[in-house]
């Protein structure tokens, strides 16, 4: 496959810049996605750093029967039209299913696919024929290499603009690990974002809920920007312990500053090589 010498073919806005993908895991109410959001588009804005907001409608992938799963898909995708809307930024979310697509697509502007569904062919073609862009997290079971695949089954929908995105790879049953070789083999196919956050997730734990290392965001961040990623993807929370998903592996709101000024400075490191 080629390489994307265009990466605004591919629908990237960022130029040179880092793009930052930030925001609460869910959508938990209006009050604390404007708050998350306030916060992570104000540091953005003073960093001089391209934003995209990010919040889940739902959570399908769950371990546990009585965990948080949303607040209604309608809703929450209105809160995040509301957020665009307020801050004048891009929106992502999540979808799982072929008939989400076109719903999701309406309230938001960039369609991301979980890593556990990234082989799923309706899927993939249904967020493509959308039109917007197709964020495509690479499968904690799958080799760089492979996601060339899934790129191609974007392209092939008629869609240029597909971007992918690392978030580990499982180590054994409850850990994670980020193979750094992936960056320069993945944007072969396309823009490639590094989720800091998912990456040092503990899956599988016997209480049923998720851990992380939520102490080693930065260092994974630092390392995945300095292997080529063009944008880092990061769930953050102004309380993550209080947080309804995904709290153990959140980074605390008043942190995200003072690691994106890091992540730039390594970012623009690379750039002047």
Same mark, same amino acid.
């Given at each position: 496959?080629e390489n994307?010498?265009?990466? *605004?073919?591919?629908?990237?806005?960022?130029?040179?810049?880092?793009?930052?993908?930030?925001?609460?895991?869910?959508?938990?109410?209006?009050?604390i996605?404007?708050r998350?959001?306030?916060?992570?588009?104000?540091?953005?804005?003073?960093?001089?750093?391209?934003?995209?907001?990010k919040?889940?409608?739902? *959570?399908?992938?769950?371990?546990?029967?009585?965990?948080?799963?949303?607040?209604?898909?309608? *809703?929450?995708?209105?809160?995040?039209?509301?957020?665009?809307e307020?801050?004048?930024?891009?929106?992502?979310t999540?979808?799982?299913a072929?008939?989400?697509?076109?719903?999701?697509a309406a309230?938001?502007?960039?369609?991301?696919?979980?890593?556990?569904?990234?082989?799923?062919?309706?899927?993939l073609v249904?967020?493509?024929?959308?039109?917007k862009?197709v964020?495509?997290?690479?499968?904690?079971f799958?080799?760089?290499?492979?996601?060339?695949?899934?790129?191609?089954?974007?392209?092939?929908?008629?869609n240029? *603009?597909?971007?992918?995105t690392?978030?580990?790879?499982?180590?054994?049953?409850?850990?994670?690990?980020?193979?750094?070789?992936?960056?320069p083999?993945m944007?072969?196919?396309?823009?490639?974002?590094?989720?800091i956050?998912?990456?040092?997730?503990q899956p599988?734990?016997?209480?049923?809920?998720?851990?992380?290392?939520?102490?080693?965001?930065a260092?994974?961040?630092?390392?995945?920007?300095?292997?080529?990623a063009?944008?880092?993807?990061?769930?953050?929370?102004?309380?993550?312990?209080?947080?309804?998903?995904?709290?153990a592996n959140?980074?605390?709101?008043?942190?995200?500053?003072?690691?994106?000024?890091?992540?730039k400075r390594v970012?623009?490191?690379v750039?002047?090589?």
């Open positions: 496959m994307t010498s265009n990466l *605004k073919d591919a629908g990237w806005t960022a130029g040179d810049r880092l793009q930052i993908i930030a925001g609460p895991c869910a959508i938990e109410g209006e009050d996605a404007m998350v959001a306030e916060g992570v588009i104000a540091t953005c804005a003073k960093l001089d750093l391209p934003v995209i907001f919040g889940s409608y739902r *959570k399908a992938n769950r371990s546990r029967l009585d965990s948080f799963t949303g607040i209604g898909d309608e *809703k929450a995708l209105g809160i995040l039209a509301k957020v665009g307020a801050f004048g930024v891009q929106t992502t999540d979808v799982h072929a008939e989400e697509a076109s719903l999701a309230y938001t502007d960039v369609l991301q696919i979980p890593a556990f569904l990234c082989r799923q062919t309706d899927l249904a967020a493509a024929q959308t039109g862009v964020n495509v997290k690479k499968g904690q799958l080799a760089p290499e492979s996601m060339e695949h899934a790129v191609r089954k974007i392209h092939d929908s008629g240029p *603009k597909a971007w992918l690392e978030r580990g790879t499982m180590l054994g049953y409850q850990d994670m690990v980020v193979d750094m070789r992936g960056f083999v944007r072969q196919y396309g823009p490639v974002i590094a989720d956050t998912h990456s040092l997730q599988n734990q016997q209480s049923g809920v998720t851990g992380g290392r939520p102490e080693l965001i260092t994974i961040g630092r390392a995945a920007v300095a292997a080529g063009n944008g880092v993807f990061i769930e953050t929370h102004p309380e993550p312990s209080q947080a309804l998903s995904d709290g959140m980074l605390p709101l008043d942190q995200l500053e003072g690691l994106l000024a890091q992540l970012h623009e490191a750039q002047h090589g």
